[in-house]
């Protein structure tokens, strides 16, 4: 088997970049999971909030919005609330002025949501502008103009071997082999370790765990509507989901790549964190489960060609922020493979490729 671009990996990043290789030429993409979105696309918090992460992560997020609003029934409407006590004050200020956030006082935050503890509440900002994606809708979206333009994808197919031949390179797994003039490392928490496969200096990617909890809705109130929540700092979210809630620590603890589960203490002192701010007790929990956030060392995604190896392209620590800026990402990928002038800024370009690691 003989393709143009090889695509290491099944995540919203893998997809994306094959939907947009494949009118370039022929695409094989291989996932080592049985399924699509196993890891951290499937576990993610699916929330499209632009001014969300690291300033290349935002302009990234702002320029994927045009494709994301032309699909329809992708986004829906949620908003952002921030919310701080005494004390935090300043963090909350911090938080939105950085996310565009507005100061609300305590009871428009409470009358958007009613188990606010106002004994506690000292400080809350709110924007409409985050909305929640169909990550389903959107993933398979991709896969479908991927597999439209005569794009392979194989799950089940964790790559063993991956190494130069001729001009290109050769990959092998259990169920078969390829070669490919380029290949797409959008492996993930794996990102490092597929370059060690093709014995190329990893870039010091670390993934770190991150765990959610399901309960049911606080004191059966109706939480459609309320916005995702986050605490001052970031030191917790919350966020509606089918007639419950999330919750989440957002704890970030470095670990190695692995099918990621909860840690019970860290889980009980983030759903402790969120009940301090609250008027209902957490009972219970309908499941709980983590996922894995990979970042390179500045915190900034890695896209672009490895500078010691012709034909490696990185497409890897996206971080957490894989689907509400993959649009962009893909896009991107695309331009410089096809060596196309990006439509992204320049400076943005160079601030994301691997070359600023030496």
Known sequence: MNNDFLVIGGGIAGVSAAAALSPMGSVLLLESEAHLAHHASGRSAAMYEPRYGAPAVIELSLASGDHFRSIPGLLSDRGLMILGGSGEEDTVAADAAAMHLTPVSIAEAMAMIPILNPAVLTAAAHSPEAWDIDTDLLLQ???????????????????????????????????????????????????????ALADIAPLGLIPHRRSMARIPAPGGHDVTRWPMIFGAGETWYAKPDAGALIVSPAEEH?????D????????????????????????????????????????VPVIGMDRAAPGFF???GQGGYGFQSSAAAARLTADLIGGNSPALPAPLVAALSPTRFG
Do not use: C
């Not at 470095?254 to 692995?258: A, E, N, V």
């Not at 002192?269 to 929990?285: C, D, I, N, Q």
């Open 141 to 195: 979206g991709f896969a479908k103009v991927a597999r439209s333009n005569g794009a392979q994808i194989v799950t089940g197919a964790r790559v063993t071997s991956l190494s130069r031949h001729g001009t290109g390179w050769r990959a092998e797994w259990a169920g078969g082999s390829t070669t490919a003039r380029i290949v797409i490392n959008a492996a993930g928490a794996w990102a490092d370790t597929v370059a």
């Open 254 to 258: 470095p670990t190695t790549p692995h």
């Open 260 to 299: 990621a589960y909860t840690d019970d203490m860290v889980l009980a002192e983030g759903l402790a964190r969120y009940e301090a701010m609250v008027t209902e007790p957490v009972t219970r929990m309908l499941s709980n489960w983590a996922g894995l956030r990979t970042f390179a060392p500045d915190r």
């Open 314 to 316: 990185w497409l890897a």
